[in-house]
């Protein structure tokens, strides 16, 4: 049922009008962040993706035509965006399982709590490109000490980055060696669950498995979540590993004749974001580029709100 | 639990949209380039000061540039020269988008992979009319395969500033062990030679004859294609990858190789033991492999680390049924040109007709970095150095049936096409040569489409 408002006196209007001018000046450095740095970059890219733009000459409307490209006549599109998925759904897992994993570990250790968190947290500060060419020595198939001690125990040897069945798990195991970050999280989410509620599990006959699923779990759900998101919107962007160990790996350096391989061994570590820049600044094609780079904010946020509309199913009301 | 949703009020989304499409024209309005001028005045004597932009950044190579501008600056005092180094192609392509006047009036780049989209875009100005008023014949300047990947489609839009060229690099006292006597010419024997110097050792090499492998540093499908002078774009300006018999008798011929010498996997693992290619530690420098497919600046490198064994250089061997080829080699190179939104075009084109096609200037800046040089006048001057490994790659660069990657307008985007093929046929991936090469075609075809 439609209600009507009663009309405000002037002095009452005057103030209202007054509250909001504060806030919009409030809220106006955020305003203007928000419309210079993503409303405006999102607009224009949505408009570059129905151009033809090379960087250089003024872009004129194509219609359909850089996505039909990149649907239709990029092979490389369906291999990148396979990968991302991959990395998604498996990097993002192992690494909140891992650093779940990790914190619960250190919370439980009576001594030399400090040596481990210290240990755990200090490969994150490791810049990725020195980080990545560090695992690539260390697992270089033919000289790295890895497979070294793998040849000595009589196990098999990897070609890990330079293997495509191995690429990935090994750009997955770089980015558990890093998990520094969320163990850092997760260790203070778990000193944050009350005592009282374990003593009560305790009590009741809960073993370690039912306290974690019944006690642990549901009150550091919210900081689980938040891994899984911002692991997911990290992940989606993910570039600098997986080009680092690529260009290693290959030993490519690049030049005419010589183009450099994005995705090596054989397009196992291309992912969405070297897309981008590929179709970009090799391709000349700003148009396609634009195209990746809105399917990949579209996919980010198509994830980011599932698993948010999920959160109700998982997260604990206080 | 309430879990009705209240439905958004219209006038949000009609704010945002309407913001978009005022960031959109917004957007719009920031691009596009502008055409230059060539009246600076420098041609009548006044003080023009002009900005150029190069990739050198080595000690030597600094020096080099910089005494070549000296000498330029010195015959030609009205025209003062601001050089800025070490400067990558993706920061000197946004210079020249953006303009303005701290924007490069002449660039040079080590990758002739761009030459496609400078000359059709027209970042870059068109040299033609230029050299022709200058009475300068393209033709009668540059060895053919430089002229080719300097221009694209007509358009003279850079020109050759030194040259690389690919020849093989020989272990002399490997090959005395192996009782071989000289370097082979044709791919039979070469790849005799290679079977006759590998050592194996268990699972790996105590000594590899050739790394075939596509990763194995300078031996990509377009430097082997080289040798066969296989021309990748047809006169219709489509690819002909799949129809040039050149290009699958090259990856036919690798993958045989590769076989011989031990197969893919095992030879991939000798490879990652490899050290830097630009450094002491590269594979033929250790004494790894005996043979190299390398450019004319590793002699350099070798003459300065010294390594424990003789070696010497020669033309690379061609394929046996274009045996009278022999002598011939890629070839690659910096190129250097006008920026087409500059101010002071007449006095930038004194000073890349300067560096271009001043003999004097050529062989003195070849000699400092130990480059080709990139004129005919130049590849004959006796004042070259006269090294003898140096010597074979001017005989390289000279040689008439030389090849180059021609200019694309996507830039080396067909190179990377084909490469992708190369490493599925050479690791086994991809076994229908045909299909695949018809494969690579169309996706070469469909990109360059989609860049026009």
């Not at chain 2, 022709?132 to 014949?137: E, S, T």
């Not at chain 2, 004959?380 to 010597?391: G, H, I, Q, T, V």
Request: charged share 15%.
């Amino acid at each position: 049922m439609a209600t009507v408002s009663p009309a405000l006196p002037p002095a009452l209007r005057r103030k209202r009008r007054r509250e909001r001018a504060r806030t919009l000046a409030f809220l106006s450095p955020w305003l203007i962040g928000f419309g210079v740095f993503f409303l405006y970059p999102l607009a224009s890219t949505a408009y570059f993706s129905f151009t033809h733009y090379d960087g250089y000459l003024a872009p004129t409307f194509s219609g359909l035509k850089n996505w039909d490209y990149v649907f239709t006549k990029y092979p490389p599109f369906w291999q990148g965006l396979g990968n991302t998925l991959w990395l998604v759904a498996v990097m993002v897992t192992l690494r909140v399982a891992f650093g779940l994993g990790i914190g619960l570990l250190i919370t439980k250790v009576k001594t030399g709590a400090g040596f481990f968190r210290t240990a755990f947290y200090l490969p994150y500060l490791a810049p990725p490109v020195a980080a990545t060419m560090a695992f690539a020595f260390l697992l270089n198939p033919g000289t790295g000490p890895v497979n070294h001690l793998l040849g000595e125990a009589g196990l098999p040897q990897p070609g890990w980055f330079t293997d495509p069945s191995w690429s990935k798990p090994a750009l997955t195991m770089l980015a558990m060696w890093g998990i520094g970050d969320l163990m850092v999280i997760f260790m203070a989410a778990l000193l944050d669950v009350p005592r009282e509620q374990y003593e009560a599990a305790e009590l009741d006959g809960a073993g370690a498995l039912q306290r974690f699923r019944y006690v642990t779990l549901p009150n550091i759900s919210p900081i689980v979540m938040f891994a899984v998101v911002t692991g997911v919107i990290q992940t989606m962007q993910y570039y600098t590993q997986a080009i680092v160990a690529g260009k290693v790996a290959s030993g490519v350096i690049g030049g005419s004749g010589q183009q450099f391989e994005s995705g090596y061994p054989h397009g196992s570590t291309w992912t969405l974001p070297q897309m981008v820049y590929n179709l970009g600044f090799q391709h000349y094609d700003y148009g396609s580029a634009c195209v990746v780079a809105l399917i990949l904010f579209a996919l980010t946020m198509a994830f980011t709100s599932i698993l948010l509309r999920r959160k109700s199913g998982f997260l604990t009301e206080d | 639990m309430d879990t009705t949703r209240s439905a958004p009020p219209v006038r949000r989304p009609l704010a945002a949209l309407t913001a978009a499409l005022c960031a959109t024209l917004l957007a719009s309005a920031c691009t596009g380039t502008n055409s230059g001028g060539g009246q600076d005045g420098s041609a009548s004597g006044q003080d023009v000061t002009i900005t150029f932009w190069h990739g050198w950044n080595q000690d030597n190579e600094v020096k080099a540039i910089n005494d070549n501008v000296a000498a330029f600056e010195k015959l030609h005092p009205n025209i003062h020269v601001k050089v800025v180094g070490d400067i990558a192609d993706d920061k000197a392509q946004q210079a020249l988008r953006a303009g303005g006047p701290d924007a490069p009036d002449v660039v040079s780049s080590f990758s002739t992979d761009n030459v496609g989209k400078f000359c059709s875009s027209h970042v870059w100005a068109d040299l033609g009319p230029m050299l022709k008023q200058d009475g300068v014949d393209p033709a009668k300047t540059f060895p053919a395969a430089m002229l080719a990947y300097s221009r694209y489609q007509g358009n003279q839009c850079s020109l050759p500033l030194l040259g690389d060229a690919y020849g093989l690099y020989y272990n002399k006292t490997a090959f005395a062990a192996a009782g071989i006597t000289a370097p082979p010419k044709t791919f039979s024997e070469f790849a005799e030679d290679a079977a006759k110097l590998t050592v194996p050792d268990g699972d790996s090499y105590r000594q590899l004859g050739f790394m075939p492998n596509y990763h194995g540093y300078e031996t990509s499908i377009a430097h082997y294609l080289g040798q066969y002078g296989s021309t990748y774009f047809g006169p219709d300006g489509k690819s002909d990858v799949a129809t040039d018999p050149t290009v699958a008798a090259a990856l036919a011929w690798q993958k045989q190789l590769v076989d011989r010498l031990g197969g893919f996997a095992r030879l991939e693992k000798y490879r990652t033991s490899f050290g830097d290619e630009f450094s002491a530690k590269n594979p033929f420098a250790t004494g790894q492999v005996a043979m190299s497919m390398d450019g004319e600046w590793r002699a350099a490198s070798l003459a300065e680390d010294k390594p424990s064994f003789e070696w010497a250089t020669a033309p690379f061997p061609v394929p046996d049924d274009q045996a009278d080829k022999y002598g011939r080699g890629y070839q690659t190179g910096t190129i250097v040109g006008i920026a087409n939104g500059s101010k002071k075009q007449t006095a930038a084109w004194t000073f890349v007709k300067y560096l271009t096609t001043d003999t004097d200037a050529v062989v003195s800046f070849a000699n400092a970095i130990h480059n080709v040089p990139s004129t005919l006048a130049a590849l004959e001057s006796p004042k070259l150095d006269a090294d003898p490994n140096f010597r074979t790659f001017l005989g390289i660069a000279k040689n008439p049936n030389s090849a180059t990657t021609p200019a694309s307008i996507n830039g080396g985007a067909y190179q990377v096409s084909l490469q992708n093929l190369s490493y599925a046929v050479e690791s086994g991936q991809q076994t229908d040569l045909k299909a695949g090469l018809a494969a690579t075609a169309k996706e070469i075809d469909d990109a360059v489409n989609q860049a026009k």
